[in-house]
């Protein structure tokens, strides 16, 4: 059961030394509660998502206390930077080129050379992410599919008979307790990806332009958010790799003397590890240069369903 405790300069070296130890902190912000963890450990961010029982690996938002903070996570641009003077601090998450950093782990960003960056205005919110001084990725503080929580005690029942989070920190209802603007400024126009408490108007007179929807986003079909797909051919449910082939394994190996090269989510046959490592062990196999990386059956409960949700898509023809 997680205990509740109001932010204070104890709360805050508290929920700090957690996210280190890699669990869980639930916080408050200006826009809803969220679930935060080490943006950098994959495994801590594989918890978000079994705490949550979320049935798919979406890309995550990491908050961090400054914009200059967020620009060395990722790549800043014309039109990022006067968003982010316009309403940084504040409710409106930057999709930007991921910048080569180990603070970011591949899950958070679902395998994408893309990041989703947010610096709160919540004064207590910046307090906690400056003394945490990593970025920390969190989606709203509840089970899926649940409404978002504005207040801890919203938080503290959903999650009352759960190991995780750790620590809810009480900070006041939310002002906004609407979910923040998600505004993809790789380029020189914004494309609205999610619609928020920064409105189209906002937007309009700070940058000059209406926001594109993003299925008007006129980039290469690379360039769209979309999911991430490894250039090989992937073969599901495979028993064994056979001659050249990759082999993404789960549990114990078969014989692997066919494979071109191997990975293993988990010996130990632990979905939450396996969480942790599908998306750097998928890159890692398809830089290899295999044509196909054969993946072994993985169980379809708990994280399973969001493990094979991803496979089957990175499985799926091109251009679907
Ligand atoms: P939530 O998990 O509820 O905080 O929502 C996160 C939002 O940010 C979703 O709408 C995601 O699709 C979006 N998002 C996060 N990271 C990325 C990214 N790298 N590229 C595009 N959208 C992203
Ligand atoms: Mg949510």
């Keep these: ?10 709360s ?9 130890d890699g669990h869980l902190v ?13 943006a950098g450990q994959a495994r801590a961010v594989s918890q978000i998502f079994a705490t949550k029982q979320r049935p798919q690996f979406n890309p995550l938002i990491s908050h961090v206390a400054d914009p200059d903070t967020a620009f060395t996570l990722g790549h800043i641009t014309p039109l990022a930077k006067t968003l982010a003077d316009a309403f940084w601090p504040g409710p409106m998450t930057l999709v930007l080129r991921r910048c080569d950093s180990n603070a970011i782990c591949d899950l958070v960003t679902a395998g994408l050379d ?5 610096v709160p ?3 207590g919110a910046q307090a906690l992410l400056a003394a ?3 970025p920390i990725a969190a989606p709203s503080a509840n089970p899926s599919g649940r409404l978002s929580p504005t207040t801890a005690e919203h938080v503290a029942t959903a999650f009352a008979d759960y190991s995780e989070p750790r620590l809810i920190l009480d900070m006041g209802a939310c002002d906004k307790g609407l979910e923040s603007t998600v505004i993809d400024a790789r380029a020189d126009i914004p494309v609205l990806l999610r619609p928020g408490s920064i409105t189209v108007e906002m937007i309009t007179t700070a940058t000059g332009h209406p926001p594109l929807a993003p299925d008007a986003q006129i980039l290469s079909p690379g360039q769209l958010v979309s999911h991430y797909a490894p250039d090989a051919m992937i073969r599901l449910n495979a028993d064994a790799p056979r ?13 692997l003397s066919h494979a071109a090269v191997s990975c293993n989510l988990s010996p130990e046959a632990d979905l939450n590890d396996a969480a942790a490592h599908l998306f750097s062990m998928l890159r890692q196999l398809d830089q290899s240069g295999a044509k196909t990386i054969a993946i072994a059956p993985i169980p379809d409960h708990d994280l399973g369903v969001a493990i094979n949700d991803r496979l089957t898509r990175a499985a799926a023809p091109r251009n679907q």
């Design 1 to 10: 059961m997680p205990s509740v405790k109001p932010l204070n300069q104890d």
């Design 12 to 20: 805050i070296i508290e929920a700090v030394q957690y996210w280190r």
């Design 26 to 38: 639930a916080f408050g912000t200006e826009t809803v509660y969220g679930l935060g963890a080490d």
């Design 114 to 118: 893309t990041v989703a960056l947010r």
């Design 121 to 123: 205005e919540h004064k």
């Design 132 to 134: 945490a001084n990593i």
């Design 243 to 255: 001659l050249g082939e990759a082999w993404l394994g789960f549990g114990d190996d078969p014989d």
